[in-house]
């Protein structure tokens, strides 16, 4: 079955540095990627979008990668600030290629922007 | 504010209880989809209708079941609770079915059992 690992748990970097973020996946080959954000104690936000055939989307300081030959989908934040401090999900379409809607995520990386 | 409810937003009940929580989509959106977000197994897919049909099914335990009705709000039934049924149930709404959608999520329901 499809596994997703994001690549650790908690990630620490101080304000004005770029924040990367890394979400692996095996046995699968999603058409669409997903990033949300989650604070703690409320539902799931989306940032963006990536699909199979695309390598790069930009969002403001939000910039997602998705490379189908290393099954590997990197988010960066660039110039983060305390405020981005949150954990964020990645996440597959649930399969035929993506008709059936449902997301298969990750378990997430909390991250912590220090002032 | 995603425009999604969810009640209740807490609830604490006993071990082989029966629960309901029920969940109002965005305005316009067809799609409801349920998760469970507990520490250790992180956000699984449990359930997705559309317009009132059932379109997919993840990890969905058997003493579970869900609906979605006319009015396009959901229920989502949880019977014979176990103490690992604790978790934050969450409903997403999308306006289609597909994976490309936005899912909008609910602020969550927090399922205690004792």
């Known amino acids: 079955s499809q596994k997703i690992e994001q690549n650790s748990e908690a990630l620490n970097i101080q304000e004005g540095k770029t924040a990367t973020l890394t979400c692996n996946y095996t046995n699968y080959s999603p058409a669409y990627l997903q990033w949300y954000r989650q604070d703690p104690g409320r539902g799931p936000v989306f940032l963006l979008l990536?699909?199979?055939?695309?390598k790069e989307k930009r969002k403001e300081r939000l910039k997602v990668t998705f490379d189908t030959t290393l099954k590997q989908s990197l988010f960066h934040i660039t110039a983060s600030q305390p405020a981005d401090s949150a954990t964020y999900l990645c996440a597959l379409d649930g399969g035929y290629g993506g008709s059936q809607g449902n997301l298969i995520f990750g378990k997430g990386t909390k991250l912590s922007v220090k002032p | 504010d995603s425009g999604v409810t969810q009640t209740p937003k807490h609830l604490i009940t006993a071990t082989g209880q029966r629960v309901t929580l029920r969940c109002s989509p965005r305005s316009g959106d067809l799609s409801v989809y349920w998760y469970q977000q507990s520490l250790d197994q992180g956000l699984q897919f449990l359930i997705h209708y559309y317009n009132g049909e059932e379109r997919a099914k993840g990890n969905i335990l058997e003493r579970f079941s869900a609906q979605q009705f006319p009015d396009l709000h959901s229920e989502l039934n949880l019977s014979s609770l176990e103490l690992g049924d604790s978790a934050l149930y969450f409903c997403a709404s999308s306006r289609t079915g597909y994976s490309t959608d936005t899912q909008y999520f609910g602020p969550g329901t927090r399922l205690t059992v004792l």
């Open positions: 990536i699909r199979e055939n695309e």
